[in-house]
């Protein structure tokens, strides 16, 4: 029976002091109600807040890091994006100076009639020396056509199919071409050897040959045209007892870095037997 008489106190009591509120309210006068009230409430509305300041910071602070991880990897979408363009940009850059050096060349030797192709295969050996373009017999290319880049010789056709073509390079140890030296006019016979060079062979002994000579093509024996260029003699030698000297020579062109060659097509060489 307590219980039910305890709560009718209290409610009596809020219904009072309600009362009393308006009372004051109506009144104008201070209340005084309402000043106890906010002297007890405001402390513990300032303990509130400073609790839930460090809480909100950090949801703020996990938001933030959210939006800073979408801008970085927004950021980081277009510097790749960038980096791209910029490799394509170099990539034809490259590409254009190529050609912009075989057209320099082509119209240097306006009696070549010159075709483009690009190196899709090497050589995996040691051994052979030879790649692989792109361009065949539909092209109009035969066995035996000379290759050359605007820097000189890099050998012949030696086998053809439909759209491709095998180019055996001077340093393969079978390649062999009649050269001469340009500043004596002496004339020998350049050949490849193991190892990726060149030597220069059947030079007399009377001759004098230099380090530094520039070594082209004579033209005789008809497998390459008059005046390309082979390269450079690098090593002199010589023995007295022999009745001729010899010379190693630097290739003019690297075949290793190159990606495009041009074929001369209106040069027929000799008939070469069949491989």
């Given at each position: 029976?307590?219980?039910?008489?305890?709560?009718?106190?209290?409610?009596?009591?809020?219904?009072?002091?309600?009362l009393?509120?308006?009372?004051?309210?109506?009144?104008?006068?201070?209340?005084?109600?309402?000043?106890?009230?906010?002297?007890?409430?405001?402390?513990?509305?300032?303990?509130?807040?400073?609790?839930?300041?460090?809480?909100?910071?950090?949801?703020?602070?996990?938001?933030?890091?959210?939006?800073?991880r979408?801008?970085?990897?927004?950021?980081?979408?277009?510097?790749?994006?960038?980096?791209?363009?910029?490799?394509?940009?170099?990539?034809a850059?490259?590409?254009?100076?190529?050609?912009?050096?075989?057209?320099?060349?082509?119209?240097?030797?306006?009696?070549?009639?010159?075709?483009?192709?690009?190196?899709?295969?090497?050589?995996p050996g040691?051994?052979?020396?030879y790649?692989?373009?792109?361009?065949?017999?539909?092209?109009?290319?035969?066995?035996?056509?000379?290759?050359l880049?605007?820097?000189?010789?890099?050998?012949?056709?030696?086998?053809?199919?439909?759209?491709?073509?095998?180019?055996?390079?001077?340093?393969?140890?079978?390649?062999?071409?009649?050269?001469?030296?340009?500043?004596?006019?002496?004339t020998g016979?350049?050949q490849?050897?193991?190892?990726?060079?060149?030597?220069?062979?059947?030079?007399?002994?009377?001759?004098?040959v230099?380090?530094?000579?520039?070594?082209?093509?004579s033209?005789?024996?008809?497998?390459?045209?008059?005046?390309?260029?082979?390269?450079?003699?690098t090593?002199?030698?010589?023995?007295?007892?022999?009745?001729?000297?010899?010379?190693?020579?630097?290739?003019?062109?690297?075949?290793?870095?190159?990606?495009?060659?041009?074929?001369?097509?209106?040069?027929?060489?000799?008939?070469?037997?069949?491989?």
């Amino acid at each position: 029976m307590k219980a039910p008489r305890q709560w009718s106190i209290i409610i009596i009591l809020v219904l009072l002091l309600i009362l009393a509120w308006l009372v004051f309210d109506s009144l104008g006068a201070q209340n005084p109600l309402r000043d106890g009230l906010s002297q007890v409430i405001s402390p513990l509305q300032l303990v509130t807040k400073r609790a839930w300041e460090p809480i909100s910071g950090l949801f703020a602070g996990v938001g933030r890091v959210s939006e800073l991880r979408r801008e970085n990897e927004s950021l980081r979408a277009e510097v790749a994006e960038l980096r791209t363009q910029v490799i394509l940009l170099h990539e034809a850059q490259i590409e254009n100076e190529d050609l912009r050096r075989q057209l320099d060349f082509k119209s240097a030797v306006p009696n070549y009639q010159l075709l483009s192709a690009e190196i899709i295969g090497h050589d995996p050996g040691n051994y052979l020396q030879y790649f692989t373009i792109d361009r065949g017999a539909d092209d109009g290319l035969r066995r035996g056509m000379p290759v050359l880049t605007e820097a000189g010789l890099l050998g012949r056709i030696s086998k053809v199919s439909k759209n491709a073509a095998q180019v055996m390079l001077l340093t393969d140890p079978s390649s062999s071409v009649s050269a001469f030296i340009q500043r004596s006019r002496t004339t020998g016979l350049v050949q490849g050897y193991l190892g990726h060079g060149l030597v220069m062979r059947y030079i007399p002994q009377s001759e004098t040959v230099v380090v530094g000579d520039v070594v082209l093509t004579s033209g005789l024996g008809g497998s390459f045209p008059k005046r390309l260029v082979i390269g450079q003699i690098t090593e002199v030698h010589r023995d007295d007892v022999e009745m001729f000297q010899s010379a190693t020579i630097a290739p003019s062109v690297d075949p290793h870095s190159l990606e495009s060659v041009m074929v001369l097509l209106n040069f027929d060489p000799f008939e070469l037997p069949e491989e």
